[in-house]
């Protein structure tokens, strides 16, 4: 069982998870993820929780609105991405894609998304690429990664394929 822990602990690095969703703070309680596997049905499976101070554990799919459940999953797939690399060379990739990363979530926890994705590219030299529908959110990254200080481009769309106005 500890070897199992281990495993899957590493397999979807769990710290680097709790590093990412520590800095969004969506649930003002349980703070913290763990995957555990269930083997209490006929087929087992992964299960995951959230922790709160007291270390009870819930299951997010029943408690977490469906925001809290989006930035968990971001999370996730934050920390994956970050340690993905080239399975030729092994190096780092270092480029992300997203596609509109912010459904349902309330205007602190989009600032603190925001800054998240400024840290990841000054402190780990990633490149974001992120897409989204959303005008605020467009201006909001705008506002807080200006083009003068970071090397960041905004690029929108006036329709399919036909660039409207573009901020490098």
């Known amino acids: 069982e500890v070897y199992l822990k281990e495993t899957i602990d590493n397999f979807f690095y769990t710290q680097l998870i709790n590093k990412i969703y520590s800095k969004i703070d969506p649930h003002p309680d349980n703070y913290k993820i763990e995957f555990n596997c269930d083997f209490s049905e006929s087929k087992p499976r992964l299960q995951i929780y959230t922790?709160?101070?007291?270390?009870?554990?819930?299951?997010?799919?029943?408690?977490?609105?469906?925001?809290?459940?989006?930035?968990?999953?971001?999370?996730?797939?934050?920390?994956?991405?970050?340690k993905a690399?080239?399975?030729?060379?092994?190096?780092?990739?270092?480029?992300?894609?997203?596609?509109?990363?912010?459904?349902?979530?309330?205007?602190?926890?989009?600032?603190?998304?925001?800054?998240?994705?400024r840290s990841l590219t000054i402190n780990l030299d990633s490149q974001l690429i992120v897409s989204t529908h959303e005008e605020n959110f467009h201006l909001l990254l705008q506002k807080k990664i200006p083009v003068k200080l970071f090397k960041s481009k905004f690029i929108q769309f006036e329709t399919f394929g036909k660039i409207m106005k573009e901020s490098v």
């Open 85 to 117: 690399t080239n399975p030729e060379t092994k190096e780092p990739i270092k480029c992300i894609f997203i596609d509109d990363p912010i459904q349902s979530m309330d205007s602190i926890n989009i600032l603190s998304f925001i800054d998240l994705f």
């Open 51 to 82: 922790v709160d101070l007291d270390g009870k554990k819930s299951i997010p799919a029943l408690y977490f609105s469906s925001a809290q459940i989006n930035i968990l999953s971001l999370s996730i797939f934050l920390a994956r991405a970050l």
